[in-house]
């Protein structure tokens, strides 16, 4: 139920169905109610017919006895037994009845009604019968006493009629209410339809399989969508003018560092050439450092960003091999499970050439790559059987406080950049020993969100039902 609530299909779907329910209760109740008084109605209209023709031929015989002349039309108070009585009787207790009461008497209670006042009993009958009586008193000419004149009748067949009508009702209006609930719950299948379909397209642009919303969708919706592709599109191009201005200034910087490089090369051994080389090289290694810490920033969390695992790390070591192809190194791959990370491909190609370049370089034989599944991501070791480097050293590197590389001068751009573009797109890098011998580099990378189809929202809307 806690899930059904927060869910804006299901709050309707409930409320709705509630709705109808509450309708087709009072509804019900109410025609009920109406069918029972008028179906009463008709029966007192009935017992007044005959009371009325009861008292026209009641009368004293010479004697100066209670006589009623004559049969009612109604063969029933003829019949013992037969749920149809009458009886008149005045203040002395004489007594006259119908043949249907045989030797029983109707009960009536201690009543003073005004003369030609109508009152109604229900009464206990033969054989246990449940009657309702009307009576009236009347002042026969002639007579001394106020006569008490009733008519009775048993209301079984009331009560049954009024069930068998109830029943019908019910029946009929469950029914509706189960016909009604299908045709609202597929009215709001269709009226959350859109935003079903809304909800697929965006995870299909997470994902990476789409680049904007398309599609046709209610007027209500429109401005959603137009407003969401503007979006989309407008972080398109803040990435794509990042990228070009960092390429344009990377080009711009880099040649002359090279030149200067070059230059400083020409000239004399001496300390202040090799102290503008080292310092060309540093601005050279913070320059590519401070790049790809914004070129990250720019595509992390970008929707659709994503790239797979096992392809770039087959690429950067085929690159790797031919590198140090010299060197005869022994490279071991393993890729546990297919995956994609939401990361750009030229990050992860340059947090995995770091990684590799700095082990290969320190090895002595063996370099080891795997990638595995786990649970906070998809974690990338590099391994190798160098001499590895101290802990206070990894720890300083993986907080922060070393940017650089195992090297003692060299030009790789080192451990603190891959540590920068991990931390870039949410994730981290651990550094530690290897069972090899040497460093273990190990990348933690978020992975790529899965895209929700329809099938998954048409399942929430049934069990909504």
Known sequence: MKELMRSLRGRVLLSSLLVCALTFAVTGALLIHLIRGEFERRFDAELSAHLDQLLARVGQDSTGSLVVAGSLSDP?????????????????GNRIRSRSLWDAVLPLPVDAPADGEIHRHRLPGPDGQRLVAIERRVTLPGYPQVVRAAVAADVVGLEDSIDSISYILIATFAVLAIGLSFIVAGQVWMVFRPLARLRAQVMAIRSGKSGRIDGAFPSEVTPLVEDLNAVLAHSREVVTRGRVQAGNLAHGLKTPLAILTNAVAALDAGEASEMIRAQAVAIRRQLDHALSRTRAAAAAGVPGVRCDVADRVSNVVRAMETLYRERNLDFDVTLVTPVEVAIEIQDLDEMLGNLLDNACRFANRRVAVTATLDEPG??????????????????????GGLPLDRSSGGAGLGLGIVRDLARAYKGELRLGHSGLGGLAATLVLPIASRAVGAPEDLATVMRCL
């Open 76 to 92: 029933r108070f003829q019949r013992p037994y037969s749920r149809f009585y009458w009886q008149v009787e005045d203040q002395t």
């Open 378 to 399: 998809c974690k990338i070791t590099v391994e190798d059987d160098g001499r590895g480097i101290a802990p206070a050293m990894a720890q300083e590197i993986v907080e």
